[in-house]
């Protein structure tokens, strides 16, 4: 009954390769986002879709491709993948309503050789 | 985007209360206080958050001073499952979705 759910929990792939982590959520929320949180252990947001719609693109490299197929799943697409892609990637969602807390999943640890 | 100010650690006994202090002496009249907590290997968890009056739910007691410069995040009670990472965030207001904006947090070990 995982509030946010990811998958995979863990995903070692190889540098150049394209990988895709998924997220849903079934707390009916409207806004969805990814952070990254990297080896210092700073969590920075990535993304934000509401409603199907992005609404915050931070200073994300554009090999990054967030997709959103409906306003219960927020998809992470990654081209190319680097070394500096290692780090973990987390999934969250609110409610609407400006001051509504987030709710997280339990994250996705990427790991590029 | 206003910054808050967190001590890097603190230790706490099994059972006491934890104090968890923050400083946030730029926040504007309309931003929030927001406390998050992340344990280790899991995603962030909201713990409360507030705007000028002190609030208080099952997890913990949030003390904001007058001027809004700084609070105090309280876990009355603290056992060792709340050993984590403390956030404090003020929240960047945004008109759909906001963005947190996350430091590097207090580590907060409670001890038995």
């Known amino acids: 009954d995982t509030a946010v759910s990811q998958t995979p929990k863990y995903l070692v792939t190889q540098m150049g390769n394209d990988k895709s982590i998924k997220c849903e959520q079934n707390?009916?929320?409207?806004?969805m986002y990814w952070y990254k949180q990297d080896s210092k252990k700073f969590l920075k947001i990535m993304f934000s879709?509401?409603?199907?719609?992005?609404?915050i693109n931070e200073t994300v490299p554009n090999r990054f491709s967030p997709k959103s197929p409906d306003k219960a799943h927020l998809n992470l697409h990654i081209n190319s993948l680097e070394l500096g892609d290692s780090a973990v990637y987390f999934c969250?969602?609110?409610?609407?309503?400006?001051?509504?807390?987030?709710?997280f999943g339990d994250g996705t640890r990427l790991s590029i050789l | 985007d206003a910054k808050t100010t967190q001590p890097p650690s603190m230790d706490c006994a099994e059972g006491r209360a934890a104090n968890l202090p923050c400083n946030h002496s730029?926040?504007?009249?309309?931003?929030?206080v927001y406390w998050y907590r992340q344990i280790h290997s899991q995603g962030p968890q909201y713990i409360i958050h507030?705007?000028?009056n002190n609030e208080t739910n099952e997890m913990a007691s949030l003390i904001i001073t007058e001027d809004r410069k700084s609070s105090t995040l309280i876990l009355p009670h603290a056992t060792l499952r709340d050993t984590a990472v403390y956030y404090c965030i003020v929240r960047v207001h945004m008109e759909y979705g906001n963005k947190l904006v996350f430091g590097a947090g207090t580590i907060l070990r409670v001890k038995s």
């Open positions: 969250a969602s609110s409610p609407p309503g400006r001051y509504q807390p987030q709710h």
């Open positions: 707390l009916g929320h409207d806004t």
């Open positions: 507030g705007l000028k």
């Open positions: 730029t926040i504007s009249g309309n931003e929030y």
């Open positions: 879709y509401n409603n199907k719609e992005l609404i």
